[in-house]
C-alpha cells in the first residue's frame, strides 16, 4: 500500500443506549474511555441495528402483494388521449 494516501483510523466505541461495541472509524469525539488499556474515543449513537425497529422485530414488513392489482383498480380505466 502507498503511504500518506489512507485516512489515520482511531478506535472507536460506539454506545447505543445499553449497547456498546468497539470499531475503528476516521471520526473523532471529544469524550475517550478506556476499553482493555487502550483509549476509544467515544460516539453516541440514536439508533442502530440494536434499537432500530426493523432489526428488534417491534416493526412488522409491509405486505407489497397486490399493488399492480390495485394499482389497475384506480387507474386501468382510464383511457390515454
Not at 460506539?14 to 460516539?43: C, I, L, P, Q
Request: no cysteine; glycine share 12%.
Amino acid at each position: 500500500m502507498k503511504e500518506g494516501i489512507h485516512p489515520t483510523l482511531y478506535p472507536i466505541l460506539f454506545v447505543d443506549g445499553e449497547h456498546e461495541w468497539t470499531g475503528v472509524s476516521t471520526m473523532k469525539s471529544g469524550t475517550t474511555r478506556s476499553v482493555n488499556g487502550v483509549d476509544h474515543y467515544v460516539v453516541n449513537l440514536e439508533i442502530s441495528a440494536y434499537s432500530h425497529p426493523f432489526y428488534t422485530g417491534q416493526k412488522k414488513l409491509v405486505d407489497t402483494a397486490g399493488r399492480v392489482e390495485k394499482f389497475m383498480r384506480r387507474y386501468g380505466q382510464q383511457t390515454g388521449k
